[in-house]
């Protein structure tokens, strides 16, 4: 299963610092549990919306940001009292896949999708019926 993941236990609101696209597992079968396998792409990615292609390889879209974010800490789960938005620049649709027949990885980065260049001047503003 692929799935966008909050990391260290912050909640939903922080995901343009903590939200990565993971892997995760079930040795039991679909019902669970599961286990964290690797993760896909680091934060940010969020939307993990992956499809299995005829050569057996995985492709995973999301929305996500082309360069380093610093995952934010939420002790007890709790968000810091202040707004942290990374430098959205870079904020894009992207595409990763990992190699034919290997639902593991390794991952390659195939393609950023409506490069910043090309978004609308109020690209930031979010609109769930245009970006999810």
């Known amino acids: 299963m692929y799935v966008s993941m909050m990391r260290g236990g912050c909640p939903l609101g922080t995901f343009n610092n903590n939200s990565e696209i993971v892997h995760l597992v079930s040795k039991a079968g679909w019902e669970g549990p599961y286990s964290l396998a690797s993760t896909v792409v680091p934060s940010f990615a969020h939307n993990a919306a ?3 292609l005829s050569d057996g390889s995985v ?9 380093d974010v610093d995952p934010i800490a939420c002790p007890g789960g709790v968000a810091p009292p202040h707004d942290v938005w990374p430098d959205w620049t870079g904020k894009q649709i992207g595409l990763v896949r990992s190699q034919p027949n290997s639902p593991d990885g390794p991952w390659s980065k195939q393609a950023f999708l409506f490069p910043h260049s090309q978004l609308p001047g109020d690209w930031w503003k979010w609109d769930c019926s245009a970006t999810n």
Do not use: E
Request: hydrophobic letters at 40%; charged letters at 15%; glycine letters at 16%.
């Open 59 to 67: 492709a995973v879209w999301y929305i996500g940001y082309d360069g």
């Open 50 to 52: 992956p499809r299995v």
